[in-house]
């Protein structure tokens, strides 16, 4: 019985494919990114997220420090969940060639858990907290599942592409669905809770519907491998033996501890930034509504501009180019309040801080969609085929750890100096991210992929 997958060859691998995937299969993948985007942005970024911490938990002692602990420990939960189990649904996927499968498994688990969040009303806490740790975890796993798609999509070269329009699609749904959350179903506040309920409700249904051409166009090509034992258990073998093997890919793990950093300030950024808007800014609806829009638009500019870039410049670049924006965008953020008193006494003006804020919104969703396209581009470059779900799985126990660091450091962070002075841990995460990104060779470990593909190379086998 094997007890070790070498190199190239052995019982899970699958047998690489050349060229384009047919156009509606690519279409049907970037559909799933058009049809999250609905929860991403209605439940975590911008309106559950707000109506959570304001109105379902509310004030404690003058303050919203506790409501924001209590939302980064439920994110942080999560997505702890997914480090444990991501890995190994990885390594059964690839040797089961149960990708669509488990997708669908994630796909349904989100969309059921997101439509009970109508029954969280004011004080409902635990149950509030329990569905969105639930739904959180449902959503993250899929998002590692549809990734792992992506190397069977295209050529190397063209990933960037197909990652960027999948992005770029994904933020067009949240605009989509944001637009009807701000006609329909209105403001997140107290006042308003009986219509804003049905958030949870409609972001599961539009889930729901989105994805379906996802699960009649996207196939599953790989091949399942027969098994002496349980695939369970081959699946743990085979993870650690990736473990180790992980030296070869040398190239892809110094990028996915670059990544844990980098993805430690977007999760922040995900989940505090219309929390920030609406307790450090202090803007009104309308303002708030504008940044829906302005953020959905310029990050799926971002994620096609930098995804055909990226093919020019080589992913490596792409992605420090991102988190440079990054940091200027964070130090616009927390500067925001000083900009706007300056720009006002230069030039004479009476503009508000929520004004300002609108600019430096811009360049936060640049930064938010191509940062985002760039690193899933580089690990489907650094992934041989037949190992793509399981290398995608530590892909997602990066992100999900990531998420574990940032938003509980911020989360304590902010009950001792208050929210507004903690986003600038973001900008510390992404200059380490840069810092440690230096170390990444692309040509290196994209030829680290081709080797482990190589269908001249010898396997080994050790048998128990």
């Keep these: 019985m094997p007890e070790r997958y070498a190199r190239r060859a052995g019982p899970c691998s699958a047998p690489a494919r050349q060229g384009y995937a ?148 994904g933020y067009l749904g949240g605009l989509f669905a944001a637009g009807f959350t701000l006609l329909v179903l209105g403001e997140a506040t107290a006042d308003n809770f009986a219509r804003i309920r049905f958030v949870g409700p409609f972001a599961a249904g539009f889930f729901l519907l989105a994805a379906m051409p996802t699960f009649a166009w996207l196939k599953e090509r790989a091949v399942p491998q027969p098994a002496a034992v349980g695939y369970g258990r081959l699946a743990r073998r085979r993870m650690l033996a990736t473990w180790r093997d992980l030296r070869h890919f040398k190239d892809l793990s110094r990028f996915l501890v670059s990544l844990l950093f980098s993805m430690a300030g977007v999760y922040i950024i995900i989940a505090f930034a219309f929390i920030y808007g609406a307790q450090v800014i202090g803007w009104d609806a309308q303002v708030r509504n504008g940044m829906f829009i302005i953020v959905q638009i310029t990050a799926a500019g971002g994620a096609v501009g930098f995804g055909a870039l990226q093919d020019r410049l080589g992913g490596k670049r792409t992605y420090q180019l991102t988190l440079a924006l990054w940091v200027a965008a964070i130090a616009a953020i927390w500067a925001t309040p000083a900009l706007t008193a300056w720009l006002n006494g230069t030039f004479g003006r009476a503009w508000q801080a929520q004004h300002v804020f609108l600019v430096v919104g811009c360049l936060a969703g640049a930064s938010l969609g191509s940062s985002q396209s760039a690193s899933r581009t580089l690990v489907g470059l650094f992934s041989p085929r037949e190992k793509a779900a399981e290398l995608f799985g530590f892909w997602g126990l990066a992100n999900k750890l990531a998420g574990v660091l940032g938003i509980v450091l911020l989360g304590v962070l902010q009950m001792l100096v208050g929210l507004a002075g ?20 692309e040509a290196r470990g994209r030829a680290a992929a081709r080797q482990w593909s190589s269908p001249g190379a010898a396997g080994v086998q050790e048998a128990t």
């Design 22 to 169: 047919p156009r509606r299969e690519i279409v049907g993948w970037a559909m799933f990114d058009f049809a999250n985007q609905a929860y991403t942005l209605l439940i975590i970024t911008v309106v559950f997220g707000e109506l959570f911490t304001t109105v379902i938990v509310g004030e404690h002692e003058g303050s919203y420090r506790l409501a924001n602990f209590l939302w980064s420990l439920a994110l942080s939960l999560s997505y702890l969940m997914v480090v444990v189990s991501a890995p190994l649904c990885g390594a059964i996927m690839d040797c089961r060639a149960e990708k669509k499968r488990f997708l669908r498994w994630s796909y349904v688990a989100t969309v059921i858990s997101t439509a009970m969040l109508y029954f969280v009303a004011p004080g409902y806490v635990a149950l509030g907290f329990f569905l969105i740790v639930v739904s959180n975890y449902a959503y993250s796993m899929g998002e590692s599942f549809i990734a792992a798609f992506l190397p069977g999509l295209g050529p190397p070269s063209a990933l960037g592409r197909i990652s960027g329009f999948g992005w770029a699609l």
């Design 422 to 441: 903690s986003i600038l841990l973001c900008a510390a995460l992404f200059i380490a991210a840069m810092l440690i990104c230096t170390r990444v060779d």
